[in-house]
């Protein structure tokens, strides 16, 4: 993925060792109501969803992230009501109340091309001040690859990189040996694969492009060496840092290697003509402006189909057909040879030159792995993930970031939950369950469960909330409403747990949930909220689901990556109507 802010996904990750809990939520704009058909089982529901979702994806994605802010916490007994429901808190393993800031980031991101945006879509998102041509300038892909992968792509890169660096000698590019149009065909893993007529065409390009070169920046250095005899050219005179001049180039792939060696040792013969005496120094540095690793890693899906194995248990037999689906979308052809930019950079210094190379690497890396490493921190450092119905935020943007072929089966997709997010809580859950929204209707009128009205609640003890409002906090913003997700779980908490204190089911309170068609009485506490609390974790409320019982994750395969943290899942679609 590449960001419009590079350092954003940086400054992401410094926060999650430091979060209390993070909240996301996806926008995805195309997205068309699912009408669910009768069905018996966790794997049928799953499947009929999966292929109701299958070609969509994350059009937006907010995260927020609650950090720790003890100076906000202001005990003055033993007895507080507060200080005592934190108690309870930290049994249940629940975040303390009251002491938090939040960030809130929102990235626009790309979507699949077979999806279609309707008149009805683009009138509510005008209506709503979404702005689509900002979300296209900026959209980034979340498409992500396997560590392995992205070891070969760099590996790839690097040895051109060497190579390319090796054809400079003591007085910079072109006082070394002499560069055969053969001098990359050894670094080709796969040979030379060009006919007689693609090679002619190659080398015209090569010999094309290096004339450019030539012209535009060998050509000016030589005037001014005319113009004042002995000197240097005043733009390394006056030369402080920085690339001298650049250049971009497209070629097909599978021309990439037998392309380098005609450039090149055509533009040693133009740097011997206008720079004989080597009086000018310079270095040359040619970088793609992607990995490009569906093309240069050539077991791509060997090492994708162990990977998929490790987070999820198991792999479909379909996985090449699913891998050639996503190359075409990644490099937004249909063409199994894809065209590759090439970037050529003149720099003054060789340890600039390689700095430059150096860090192309680096930033290739973090582009590649992309947000796994935000799943691996909040792995890493097991923080809660608050979410508000949030079956299809997490479905859609592990299947954004991973890629479908991570969900293929109901085991899967659990499992891959447990590798990526370790504890999720799902709010909508728990402002449906009886007792609770029975509460919230009568102590505080609240006329509808809809998260915005919920929300606007913030006099009862958000006052000290902060976040980082750099937008117009337009509904149906993901930034947006992943932070009032955050801002709400935080009121509930403080209001139920320190205010209300505790709800005990009646009777009839328990007739409702035995002869509903929510099978949960045997699980379901009867004493207490805070238990109600505890038993909202790990549980995804389904939106308009007719599902008759919650499905267990019980039989979900643990991944090989934590074996001792077997963590079960389970989706909780509730019988009242959804957000």
């Not at 030539?214 to 005043?234: D, K, R």
């Not at 809580?425 to 919920?454: C, E, M």
Request: proline residues 5%; charged residues 20%.
């Amino acid at each position: 993925m590449v960001w419009s802010r590079p350092e954003l996904l940086q400054e992401i990750l410094d926060l999650i060792p430091h979060a209390r809990y993070l909240t996301i939520d996806s926008e995805f704009f195309c997205g068309q109501e699912m009408a669910m058909p009768s069905f018996l089982t966790p794997e049928v529901f799953y499947e009929h969803y999966r292929r109701h979702h299958q070609d969509q994806y994350v059009a937006q994605l907010g995260i927020t992230i609650a950090i720790s802010d003890p100076s906000s916490l202001t005990f003055s007994s033993a007895v507080n009501p507060t200080h005592l429901a934190n108690n309870t808190c930290q049994e249940l393993g629940l975040p303390p109340l009251f002491d938090s800031t939040f960030r809130r980031f929102s990235v626009n991101t790309r979507v699949s091309e077979v999806t279609k945006f309707s008149t009805e879509t683009l009138s509510f998102l005008k209506l709503n001040g979404f702005s689509l041509d900002n979300w296209i300038d900026t959209a980034v892909d979340l498409t992500t690859h396997p560590k392995a992968v992205i070891d070969q792509c760099t590996e790839f890169w690097t040895r051109i990189f060497v190579k390319i660096d090796s054809l400079h000698g003591l007085k910079g590019f072109g006082s070394a040996v002499s560069i055969t149009p053969e001098a990359f065909l050894a670094l080709n893993p796969r040979g030379s694969t060009l006919d007689k007529k693609a090679l002619t065409g190659i080398s015209k390009k090569g010999l094309q492009d290096a004339c450019g070169l030539s012209t535009n920046f060998l050509m000016p250095i030589a005037h001014s060496t005319e113009s004042t005899e002995g000197s240097i050219p005043q733009v390394f005179s006056t030369y402080t840092a920085g690339c001298l001049y650049e250049t971009t180039v497209s070629i097909d792939y599978n021309a990439l290697f037998d392309y380098l060696g005609f450039f090149l040792s055509e533009f040693q013969r133009e740097n011997a003509s206008f720079n004989s005496d080597k009086k000018v120094e310079y270095y040359i540095t040619i970088t793609p402006d992607n990995g490009y690793p569906y093309a240069v890693v050539s077991n791509y899906v060997d090492l994708l189909r162990e990977d998929i194995k490790s987070l999820t248990g198991s792999c479909t037999n379909d996985l090449d057909a699913k891998v050639q689906a996503s190359a075409c979308y990644y490099h937004r052809s249909n063409k199994s040879n894809p065209k590759i930019t090439l970037c050529v950079r003149v720099w003054r210094t060789r340890e600039e030159a390689q700095l430059y190379a150096h860090r192309v690497i680096q930033k290739m890396k973090m582009e590649l792995y992309g947000l796994r490493a935000f799943t691996d921190a909040i792995h890493k450092h097991s923080v809660p993930t608050v979410l508000f119905s949030g079956c299809t935020d997490i479905y859609l943007t592990l299947a954004s970031i991973y890629g479908e072929h991570y969900l293929s089966t109901y085991a899967q997709f659990l499992t891959l939950i447990s590798n990526t997010f370790p504890r999720c809580f799902d709010l909508k859950i728990f402002v449906d369950l009886p007792p609770i929204i029975n509460h919230l209707k009568t102590n505080l009128s609240l006329g509808a469960r809809s998260l915005s009205q919920l929300f606007s609640i913030t006099s009862y003890g958000l006052q000290s909330a902060q976040s980082d409002a750099d937008d117009t906090n337009l509904v149906h913003d993901a930034g947006y409403d992943s932070l009032m997700t955050a801002l709400s779980f935080e009121w509930i908490l403080g209001h139920f747990l320190a205010i209300t204190g505790t709800v005990t089911l009646d009777e009839h309170k328990n007739l409702l949930y035995k002869a509903s068609s929510i099978k949960v009485n045997k699980d379901l506490p009867k004493t207490n909220l805070p238990l109600l609390f505890n038993y909202c974790w790990d549980k995804l409320y389904v939106h308009q689901s007719a599902f008759p019982y919650p499905l267990k994750g019980d039989h979900a395969v643990i991944s090989s990556i934590d074996k001792d943290r077997p963590y079960s899942y389970s989706i909780c679609p509730l019988p009242c109507s959804g957000y």
